[in-house]
């Protein structure tokens, strides 16, 4: 059975960082695609930053120069490093993979960014 699991939410001042970290597990080859989607209040899901096997990257338009994507192949894990982080990124974060044309989301990680 696959699973993600998210870390590393929290609340950040204006200008300032975090580093999400998703762990997968259950996939016996590994996943093609990892990455991140948020929901912010009141709105739908959108993408972050999602990655193939390949390392060809995709970024919101939004978070692009301010968020880098990562994966660690051997251990099925996806990162999200987010720098200058505004108000408009505060959401519930949630990590996404493909493994054997299904979807996989994890539960999702608060990220608050206020003064």
């Known amino acids: 059975q696959v699973q993600l699991v998210e870390s590393g939410g929290g609340l950040v001042q204006p200008g300032g960082s975090l580093r999400l970290s998703c762990a997968g597990s259950g996939s016996a080859f590994g996943f093609f695609r990892m990455g991140w989607y948020r929901r912010a209040p009141g709105t739908s899901r959108e993408l972050v930053a999602t990655q193939t096997r390949a390392e060809i990257d995709n970024y919101a338009e939004s978070v692009k120069g301010r968020f880098t994507i990562s994966r660690d192949y051997l251990n099925n894990m996806v990162y999200l490093q987010m720098n200058s982080l505004k108000p408009e990124d505060t959401a519930v974060y949630y990590c996404?993979?493909?493994?054997?044309?299904?979807?996989?989301w994890g539960q999702g990680t608060q990220v608050t960014v206020s003064s």
């Open positions: 996404y993979a493909e493994y054997a044309a299904n979807e996989y």
